[in-house]
């Protein structure tokens, strides 16, 4: 800039008349003017293309500006508005602000645009139009292969939205039936079970004496008897006793059927270290009980499965409890907001470091931004809890949350397939694994019988088999009826949640082919130095950094004619607003997550490259561009 | 890349945060964390007092002394024992003599200095580096003087004026020659306290004073001074900033139904969120008091660099039952120093402007491409970031000239070094700027990241470059770094050290085109008292930081400003924006009002604070178009580019929560806006060059209260909506959301041009004018010529060689005047006479171009500009044709546009094409 300026200040000022600088430069009459408006400057007398004014063709280009709209100046600076045009052969056209023209900085290609001697701008169209085309016809090869992936994607999505409605409907009409079955069974099983609670009682009188009897004959014989009655029975027993018989009707049926699986044992334990019937027999088991209660950081399949019940019933009193982040994030700001009054008005208590840190957050928000979280994941947890099933499904692919799902059904947990994507996945692409992808089969899997003429055909049979009014309750047929409640309620309540799901995803816009459908199910990853970004379209999104997870927003919406998603409503920031992120969507052969990048504080933009959007149009658009880039070619210069 | 704040913290990091979050959310101003007067035990004495209420003075032995007036102050009469319980401070031990100085200085400066006799246990600070060092040629020798009435010595002051001591009670009085009409007085109201050093009465005196969980542990004891000054005469003070205010005169702070209940305060202060309108510190200080009356206009200057407290009494302060009239009483209290004050006569307002930076420099000449556009915000994050800015403005055909970055650019808030993720090729960065004639701005500030693996501090605590605490060790304070020392700038040497830090070799990545910004130089100490340093901090020549305060900041920039002017060998005119300003500020770059916010109510608060920073010879000054914090509603933003584009520093900044705001993010309509707010900045940047000249000639700021151009208008005293800038514009602040209609207050005497459509308009009325979104009222005053470019370019660096238009406004007897100064922008070889300097005559329908280049300069600065347009307001029409001489050439004269920019706007006569050079002697006449 030195020299330019050095040498600009010692030539001349402006060169006001007409230098003609050389013979590439067209005349006076046509600087600066696009072949098609040529004619236009034609007349001798031309209008200001604003209507405002009218100018002689002397005052063409002749550097004062007489039309506020340029037209009488496009090939000179003088006028503010004007814009100035460069044919740029062997390259496409430009046209640039007037307040390029002369300015001592090469604009267009051809050097057009600095006639005035002042400086040398050297013709570098033929280069820079050989690059582009080049990247255009890149862009058009990547754009045909596109297209035809994309019709595939389109085919597959609409299969696969038609099936899913397909789907639906079934469903619908299964849970009808289901329904129906299920109240039979239960008004049958409920039968049963005031039988069995009346011969109970009996038996208990009886046994009550028969007891009081025996202790008095011999007290230690009765310790060694009951230690030798085997579990089940023994938790049956103890379980009849609760206070709140009702609420335990759960754990007694499982406690009834055997199960031996972790929740039920745990939930008897439970049970029993609430009811404080410690028996001596138990102590051991009960002791490792407690253990767990206390201390339960140990990563045990065990302590996981207890986890889910002390979020939901012990929530409040289980301050050292293991839960992920939440429950501890909770506590943190109530019990803060105590010191609160105290520590505002009074700085003397902080370190000196603690100090400067204070203050320094105030412009930075740098170190309070950090306890935002704290605020966020109360937020999360709201999520969490509050929402309904389908939020649920929502929260299913988050490798944070995952140990606080709260599964209403318990069948789902020995489901196989009950795993989260998210573990130790490599990044890019992956499949959205929450529970909506919890193995349906049971439920479409064809047969000589479908699974719910069985269940027809069972219920039947068992209603039909068992007579309520006998007494002693046959053993096997109250199993059998109880079984087949369970068994049954399991199925609705897995139809239900399918349906729910099903309904959740469908209510939403997949564009206009539905070329978005498989986009439901997939989420999007890109690593950036320290974070993963994560991008899951209709569901949310979220900026990973090793444990600790922001969520950049929720789905909000299309944007652009499906050519941007919106996430919006993510975490606070401080002194800022609520997080958000545009993914622009573009075509790409595969779909690829790039460039997350934060523009604005706490605005993130990102790019999504997709087949999806490899349109036919577009495409044409482009050929038509290099068409005409080729046609611009100068001929002698055409090397091919 | 994330910003910082994004980032998630482990877990067990939060618990002290959520303590953070607290403080942040309940944001705005921390009252609590700044001393008020009460707290502050040398204020709450001396604001205690009444009238006549110190024991007075009495002066002895006066005589005359190398030329100057010297006497010993002693007390009046057998020392009355400690007064009251409320002073349990004051002296019971008779004091020592104080040593009294007078000297006058050309052009009506009179000079007091009081400060104890050599057998006080220590030697007071007296500020150095601030007064001109040629100051002492320019004293008068005072040979005689005059006892005009028993009890009094007179002596000259300047033409008109005298001097006059009252011997007891001590008193002085600057008054009118003949009439004894009194100009100002000190002490007239018998407030004068100077607590004299000394021991401890005993052992058990505590001297201490804590604050909020911090100690001073003030070794030294009280030590404070305090006086009245009276201006009489005056109508309205001005001055003494830095303070927020949405008024022009300052306001009085004490006497009866008085708003402000806290005296004005002058401590450089950080101040997280200040308010628009109030008394306390911000981050500069100026003890620069100016009064302005019909019959009057005087000053008041005290060299002083210690926490300040000013009070501005209210008339009826002293008798409510007679109010006086015409007169303004001060009181002036500082917890140290001497008594160093200066007293300007005036007649007129300009003169006592020129009297001031007569003895502490005037403006500093910027160069061309400062006084443009600059872009900033913290912060602009990376290479590509700033190339996207970058090429944001060219594609949107907005000019700008100075892209900034913060404090994020470096590695680790280590100030000369990059961010080398972020900024890998610094210099590459630059020089893609300067390719379009761009320049780029970084910041460096006083803090000094105490790191052994930083070169900076490595060398600074080596040599014990560092500000010491009051045990001695190096002060170790926080601030953006973490933990962090501060340089010891009062030093000279250690200046010479910092300034060298800002050569070529030194600052690795810096360029030619590469320009500094101090920033936090108050200093801001994040866990210091009041976000500061201790006032018992120790400084070279064992001076403590109570001394210097104020000044701490203007030695950084000083040094700073230094270091740019070796880099460049002593050619290149630096550029340097600093946050904390003192008395003499002006001779080493711009400032700005700091951390404002994005409210309508800071909008409005800007221009009396920049207007009172021009008026204590601080021109270069601004405030963040946008506001700093907060996020301005797309009308608010036009309108402080509309205003802003005629501040004298004109930058944009926002603070890194905000959202994004570069001129086009707000929709077509509001990027035109934009776009035509600054580019009216552009097309009058020969008018603001010539303005700078002035100031930097003779002090007369860019932008000028209206008073100060029309001195006799009383309308115009306390004017804080609108400003001229300069003699020929006026301009009118719109600081409302939709305002449809505003009342604009044209100056007596002239009538005045819209310039947006022409129209005239009589002055001495206040006009109700509508209001459009297109721009703010801008007038035109009848009689001058302002010079314009009206070609856009990328920046101004590109405008160099474009044509001019001059734009006559004719009065009612069809003449005006303006004048032209051009240089080459960059260097000091102005000083050797190349520039170009013309002042345009038009009267009798001949525009007459006027060499004021003083030939004797010798000097030439070369260009073949030529005028291309000429506008005139306000002729007659029928006029035909221009014939210039030398040539005998002709132009046409026919109806063109008042301006090319934006929209319709009205014809006015036109000079076609005279194209005549700006470097010549012509004249045109209009036939």
């Not at chain 1, 934060?598 to 495409?619: D, G, N, Q």
């Not at chain 2, 010297?70 to 007390?75: D, S």
């Not at chain 2, 600070?125 to 006892?147: E, I, K, Y």
């Not at chain 2, 770094?481 to 600052?507: H, T």
């Amino acid at each position: 800039m030195g020299a330019f300026l050095r040498i600009s200040l010692t030539i001349s000022c402006l060169s006001l008349f007409w230098i003609s600088a050389s013979a590439s430069i067209p005349s006076r009459e046509s600087l600066g003017i696009a072949p098609q408006d040529l004619s236009y400057y034609k007349s001798d007398v031309i209008k200001c293309k604003d209507g405002s004014k009218k100018f002689t063709k002397e005052q063409l280009n002749d550097e004062f500006c007489d039309c506020p709209d340029g037209t009488d100046e496009p090939g000179t600076s003088a006028c503010p508005q004007g814009k100035f045009y460069c044919p740029n052969a062997g390259h496409i056209p430009l046209t640039v602000f007037s307040s390029r023209v002369n300015d001592g900085i090469c604009d267009c290609c051809d050097g057009s645009d600095e006639y005035n001697g002042n400086v040398n701008c050297p013709n570098t169209c033929w280069e820079a139009g050989k690059v582009a085309r080049e990247k255009l016809q890149k862009k058009i090869a990547t754009f045909q292969m596109g297209v035809t992936v994309r019709r595939q994607e389109v085919e597959k999505a609409k299969q696969a939205f038609a099936q899913d409605k397909a789907e639906l409907s079934k469903l619908k009409s299964e849970e009808k039936i289901l329904k129906e079955h299920v109240q039979k069974l239960k008004e049958q099983k409920e039968r049963i079970e005031k039988a069995e609670e009346e011969e109970r009682k009996k038996r208990e009188e009886e046994q009550r004496k028969k007891r009081e009897a025996e202790r008095k004959a011999n007290e230690a014989k009765k310790a060694f008897e009951e230690s030798s009655h085997d579990n089940s029975d023994h938790a049956s027993e103890i379980l009849s006793e609760l206070p709140n018989q009702d609420a335990m009707e759960d754990h007694h049926d499982s406690a009834i059927e055997e199960k031996s699986d972790y929740t039920a044992e745990t939930e008897i334990l439970d049970s029993w270290a609430v009811g404080k019937q410690v028996a001596n027999d138990h102590d051991d088991t009960i002791a490792k009980s407690g253990d767990e209660t206390d201390d339960t950081s140990e990563e045990s399949s065990f302590s996981h499965v207890e986890k889910q019940h002390l979020v939901g019933d012990q929530e409040g009193t289980m301050p050292e409890a293991n839960t992920g982040d939440y429950t501890r994030s909770k506590e943190a700001p109530s019990s803060h907001v105590v010191e609160e009054g105290q520590v505002s008005d009074n700085t003397e208590g902080l370190s000196r470091e603690e100090l400067g840190r204070l203050v320094a957050s105030r412009w930075t928000g740098e170190n309070a931004a950090e306890e935002e979280d704290g605020v966020n994941t109360v937020k999360e947890e709201r999520h969490e809890h509050d929402e309904n099933i389908p939020e649920e499904n929502h929260d299913g692919y988050n490798s944070d949350s995952d140990e606080d799902h709260n599964f209403d059904d318990d069948d789902l947990e020995d489901d196989p397939d009950m795993e989260f994507g998210d573990h130790g996945e490599p990044a890019g692409t992956y499949s959205y694994n929450g529970d909506d992808k919890t193995d349906y089969s049971d439920l479409t899997a064809s047969g000589s019988l479908s699974w719910l003429d069985k269940i027809q055909q069972t219920v039947s049979n068992v209603l039909q088999a068992i007579n309520i009014f006998k007494s002693p309750v046959n053993i096997s047929e109250a199993d059998a009826v109880r079984k087949n409640y369970d068994d049954s309620s399991s199925k609705l309540s897995k139809i239900q949640s399918r349906i729910s799901s099903l309904n959740e995803k469908l209510k939403h816009d997949f564009g206009k082919d539905k070329e978005f459908y498989s986009f439901y199910d997939h989420c999007f990853e890109s690593k950036q130095n320290k974070y993963v970004y994560k991008v899951c379209p209709f569901k949310k999104a979220s900026q990973v950094e090793g444990h600790s997870t922001t969520q950049l927003g929720y789905w909000d919406k299309f944007e652009e004619s499906y050519r941007v998603m919106l996430f919006s409503n993510g975490d606070r920031c401080w002194n800022g607003p609520d997080r958000s992120l545009k993914v622009r969507l573009r075509c790409g052969l595969k779909d690829e997550l790039l460039d997350v990048d934060e523009p604005s504080r706490c605005e993130y933009a990102a790019i999504l490259s997709t087949p999806v959007l490899c349109v036919e149009e577009k495409l044409k658009e482009l050929q038509e561009k290099l068409k005409d880039a080729n046609a611009n070619r100068p001929s002698v210069n055409d090397e091919l | 890349m994330p910003s910082p704040a994004s980032r998630s913290p482990p877990l067990l990091l939060l618990v002290p945060f959520l303590l953070l979050l607290l403080f942040s959310a309940a944001s705005a101003w921390k009252k609590d964390e700044f001393r008020n007067c009460n707290q502050t035990p040398f204020c709450k004495r001396a604001r205690g007092r009444k009238a006549h209420s110190v024991p007075s003075l009495s002066t002895a032995d006066i005589s005359i002394s190398d030329g100057a007036v010297v006497a010993r102050l002693l007390p009046s009469q057998p020392l009355r024992q400690a007064t009251d319980g409320d002073d349990p401070e004051s002296d019971t031990v008779p004091p020592r003599p104080l040593l009294l100085r007078i000297s006058v200085y050309q052009g009506g400066v009179l000079r007091l200095h009081i400060d104890e006799d050599a057998s006080a246990p220590r030697r007071r600070f007296q500020v150095p580096d601030v007064l001109l060092p040629d100051l002492d040629d320019r004293r008068l020798w005072l040979s005689r003087l005059s006892s005009p009435a028993a009890g009094s010595s007179s002596f000259y002051l300047a033409e008109g004026f005298e001097a006059v001591l009252v011997h007891d009670p001590f008193q002085i009085q600057v008054r009118r020659k003949g009439s004894g009409e009194p100009v100002l007085s000190f002490n007239s109201h018998g407030l004068f306290d100077f607590e004299q050093l000394r021991a401890k009465k005993n052992d058990d005196e505590d001297w201490e004073e804590r604050f909020r969980g911090h100690t001073d542990t003030r070794p030294h004891g009280p030590q404070s001074i305090s006086f009245d000054i009276s201006f009489h005469g005056a109508d309205f003070v001005y001055g003494i900033p830095e303070h927020a205010s949405t008024s022009l005169a300052l306001r009085p702070t004490s006497g009866p139904g008085v708003e402000f209940s806290e005296p004005y305060r002058l401590f450089n202060l950080d101040v997280f969120e200040y308010l628009d309108d109030s008394p306390f510190g911000l981050y500069g200080s100026i003890p620069f008091m100016l009064s302005h009356g019909a019959r009057s206009s005087s000053g008041f200057f005290w060299l002083n660099a210690a926490e300040m407290q000013i009070d501005v009494l209210g008339p009826g302060w002293d008798d409510p039952a007679a109010p006086a009239k015409d007169r303004i009483d001060t009181v002036w209290m500082s917890e140290a120093g001497v008594v160093d004050a200066f007293f300007f006569v005036g007649h007129e307002p300009k003169d006592v402007l020129r009297q001031y930076t007569g003895i502490t420099g005037t403006p500093a000449m910027p160069q061309e491409f400062a006084v443009a556009y600059h872009q900033c915000r913290w912060n602009y994050r990376d290479e590509e970031d700033v190339a996207a800015v970058d090429a944001g403005f060219d594609e949107h055909d907005i000019p700008y000239d100075v892209l900034w970055l913060d404090i994020e650019h470096t590695d680790g808030k280590r100030y000369f070094t990059w961010d080398r993720v972020l900024f890998p090729n610094p210099q590459e960065m630059q020089g893609k700027l300067a390719a379009k004639g761009r320049h780029m701005v970084t910041i460096v500030d006083p803090h000094i990241k105490r790191d052994d693996s930083f070169y900076i501090h490595k060398e600074a605590s080596e040599r014990g470059y560092y500000v010491k605490d009051a045990s001695g060790k190096d002060f170790d304070g926080w601030c953006w770094p973490g933990s962090s020392s501060y340089l010891d700038v009062l030093n000279p040497e250690i200046r010479e050290w910092w300034a060298e830090k800002f050569s070529f070799e030194n600052y690795v990545g810096s360029t030619p085109s590469l320009y500094i910004w101090n920033d936090m130089n108050e200093p801001s100490v994040f866990n210091g008292p009041e976000i500061s340093m201790p006032r018992d901090a120790i400084h070279f020549g064992d001076v403590e930081h109570r001394e210097l305060h104020n000044a701490y900041g203007y030695y950084f920039h000083m040094a700073t400003s230094n270091g740019l002017l070796k880099r460049g060998n002593g050619k290149d005119r630096p550029f340097v924006l600093s946050r904390a300003f003192f008395a003499g500020s002006q001779r080493y770059g711009a400032v700005w009002t700091g951390d404002n916010t994005a409210d309508w109510d800071h909008l409005r608060a800007s221009v009396p604070m920049i207007l009172t920073l021009g008026l204590t010879g601080m021109t270069f000054s601004g405030a963040d178009v946008g506001g700093f914090f907060g996020n301005p509603e797309p009308e608010l933003l036009v309108r402080w580019y509309q205003l802003g584009a005629y501040y004298p520093f004109f930058r944009a900044h926002a603070h890194q929560d905000t959202k994004r705001r570069e001129p086009w993010l707000f929709g077509e309509r509001n990027t035109a806006l934009i776009r035509e707010a600054v580019h009216v900045r552009y097309s009058l940047l020969p008018y603001y060059y010539t303005l700078f000249r002035e100031a930097s000639v003779s002090g007369i700021p860019v932008m000028r209260p209206l008073w100060l151009e029309f001195p006799a208008d009383k309308e115009t005293y306390n004017n804080g909506e609108a400003f001229m800038v300069g003699p020929s514009l006026l301009v009118q602040g719109i600081y409302e959301e939709r305002q449809k209609s505003v009342s604009v207050y044209l100056p007596a005497g002239q009538s005045w041009y819209n310039l947006r459509n022409g129209v005239s308009y009589a002055g001495g009325v206040s006009h109700k004018l509508e209001v459009s979104e297109d721009s703010i009222p801008t007038f035109q005053r009848a009689g001058t010529i302002i010079p314009r470019k009206d070609r856009f370019r990328r920046s101004s660096t590109q405008m160099v060689n474009d044509p001019y238009t001059l734009v006559i406004a004719l009065n009612g007897s069809f003449a005006a005047e303006g004048e032209l100064y051009v240089d080459d922008g960059k260097t000091y070889d102005f000083e050797q006479g190349a520039y170009i300097h013309r002042r345009f005559i038009f009267a009798d329908l001949k525009l007459t171009s006027v060499n004021i280049h003083p030939a004797n300069l010798g000097g030439k600065f070369p260009s073949d500009c030529v005028i291309e347009r000429i506008v005139l307001l306000g002729l007659p029409s029928g006029a035909k044709k221009a014939v210039i001489e030398p040539g005998n050439r002709e132009a046409n004269v026919e109806l063109g546009p008042l301006t090319l920019r934006g929209g319709s706007s009205p014809d006015a006569i036109t000079v076609r094409k005279p194209n005549v050079h700006i470097a010549d002697d012509w004249t045109l006449r209009i036939l």
